[in-house]
């Protein structure tokens, strides 16, 4: 089946500090795969999306790369705000009826000043 | 453009109650919709999606049920509450159909049972 694993958090880091968040997938075929971020208190947002191998997905400073061969779609920011606090969530689609995604388990983002 | 909205917001009920959450979303026709769970701490759960009015399927087998009346409406119910059906309900939305369908989600409802 698929599944998407996520590294545990929390993760903290000082503001204008470089950010990864690494996430794997296991999925047969090719999936389209996800980042979405949760603040506190809210429901998720998508902040970016790849749907196929090699795109780059990038909204707000974030950035993350499909890779197929390494199966794998790591978020990355060069330089992180306090208001980037929160949860982020990797996810895959494989493509259907209904498309469900599957989500990892969260990482949760904690920028001090 | 396309919302969703969820109500209600918050919601604290007593073990053995029943439950009825909404879930409505504007601006498009036909949507695939989805309710999901996030327990504290965990991951989101995709607990029911629909294809079409009345068409439900279940992911996980529970004592909660969901039902789909109008073509944008979703409602998710339980006749008893327990417990462990404390959390964050999130519902979703996507086009139909379609490689790699983006899923848009609604504010959330947290329901606290007691």
């Known amino acids: 089946g698929n599944s998407v694993t996520q590294m545990e958090g929390p993760v903290t880091l000082s503001e204008e500090a470089f950010l990864t968040i690494n996430c794997t997938y296991t999925?047969?075929?090719?999936?389209?795969l996800f980042w979405y971020v949760q603040y506190p208190g809210e429901g998720l947002q998508l902040l970016l999306k790849?749907?196929?191998?090699?795109d780059k997905g990038s909204n707000k400073g974030f950035e993350a790369t499909y890779r197929k061969e390494t199966t794998s779609f790591h978020l990355e920011k060069g330089s992180v705000q306090v208001s980037d606090s929160a949860v982020y969530f990797c996810?895959?689609?494989?493509?259907?009826?209904?498309?469900?995604?599957?989500f990892g388990t969260g990482t949760r983002l904690q920028v001090t000043l | 453009s396309q919302t969703i909205h969820q109500w209600p917001a918050t919601l604290v009920q007593p073990v053995g109650s029943p439950l009825s959450l909404e879930c409505t979303v504007e601006?498009?026709?036909?949507?695939?919709l989805y309710w999901y769970r996030q327990a504290a701490g965990r991951g989101l759960q995709l607990l029911f999606y629909?294809?079409?009015?009345?068409?439900i399927s279940s992911e996980v087998p529970q004592n909660l049920s969901a039902s789909r009346p109008q073509d944008r409406q979703f409602i998710l119910s339980s006749k008893k509450l327990l417990l462990s059906d404390s959390g964050f309900y999130l519902c979703?939305?996507?086009?139909?159909?379609?490689?790699?369908?983006?899923?848009?989600f609604g504010p959330g409802t947290r329901l606290t049972v007691l």
């Open positions: 601006g498009t026709s036909n949507p695939n």
């Open positions: 629909s294809v079409g009015i009345g068409q």
């Open positions: 790849a749907t196929k191998a090699d």
């Open positions: 999925a047969t075929g090719y999936p389209s």
């Open positions: 996810a895959l689609i494989r493509t259907g009826t209904a498309s469900k995604l599957t």
């Open positions: 979703a939305w996507s086009l139909a159909g379609g490689p790699g369908d983006t899923q848009y």
